[in-house]
């Protein structure tokens, strides 16, 4: 199975930085598009960036400008650095993995993390 990790969140004060990694963990997989996503309670779960196994990348119009997501193929991690923060960008944040499973027909699966809180404060 495939399992998906994150860390590095926390509590920053406006201006703030923080740099969010997941790690996949596992046999038989291969990584796709990796994704970090944000949930706000009472709002809809938002993408906020993706990048894909070619680099090509994505982001939300809030995050652009101010978040990098890169990957770490030997690592099987993704990582999102998060600049000049503000208080709108506090949740929870989702590390998102599509994947291809080895052991069960090179099917095309998606996986969620469980989750890291990041709070910004004025």
């Known amino acids: 199975q495939v399992q998906l990790v994150e860390s590095g969140g926390g509590s920053v004060q406006t201006g703030g930085s923080l740099r969010l990694s997941c790690a996949a963990s596992?046999?038989?997989?291969?990584?796709?598009?990796l994704a970090w996503y944000r949930q706000t309670p009472g709002r809809q779960r938002e993408l906020v960036a993706s990048?894909?196994?070619?680099?090509?990348?994505t982001y939300s119009d809030s995050a652009k400008g101010r978040f990098t997501i890169s990957r770490n193929s030997a690592k099987n991690a993704v990582y999102l650095q998060m600049e000049s923060l503000t208080p709108d960008d506090t949740g929870v944040y989702v590390c998102n993995a599509d994947l291809i499973r080895w052991d069960d027909n090179a099917r095309r699966f998606e996986y969620w993390g469980q989750g890291t809180q990041v709070t910004v404060f004025s």
């Open positions: 596992g046999t038989s997989f291969a990584l796709n598009t």
């Open positions: 990048i894909t196994s070619s680099l090509v990348t």
